[in-house]
């Protein structure tokens, strides 16, 4: 079943995550440097695209036209970079 979504924005399993699976992304926040250690090894699924243990945030800024998200270390490194379309025209 095709829901329609595009981006799913959640939290938290102590890391941050993007995944990417068709036209879904889906980006995990809440690393908070406790990821459970011995239960999360690797990258938990084919469909990862950045997979980081540090401490961090997500920030995002938003246009008329996208939404970007920024994963930022506490120490000030950005991790990861993403940006979606905003789909204004799209009927549900």
């Excluded at 329609?4 to 959640?10: H, Q, S, T």
């Excluded at 926040?29 to 990258?43: F, M």
């Excluded at 995002?60 to 940006?83: H, M, P, Q």
């Amino acid at each position: 079943m095709d829901g329609a979504v595009d981006l799913y924005l959640c939290g938290h399993n102590h890391i941050y995550q993007r995944l990417r699976y068709r036209r879904l992304t889906q980006i995990m926040g809440g690393g908070r440097s406790n990821t459970y250690d011995g239960l999360i090894q690797h990258p938990p699924c084919k469909y990862m695209k950045v997979f980081d243990r540090r401490q961090s945030y997500v920030r995002f800024t938003v246009t008329d036209k996208s939404i970007r998200g920024e994963a930022v270390a506490l120490g000030g490194d950005i991790i990861d970079t993403w940006t979606k379309r905003l789909n204004k025209n799209q009927s549900r």
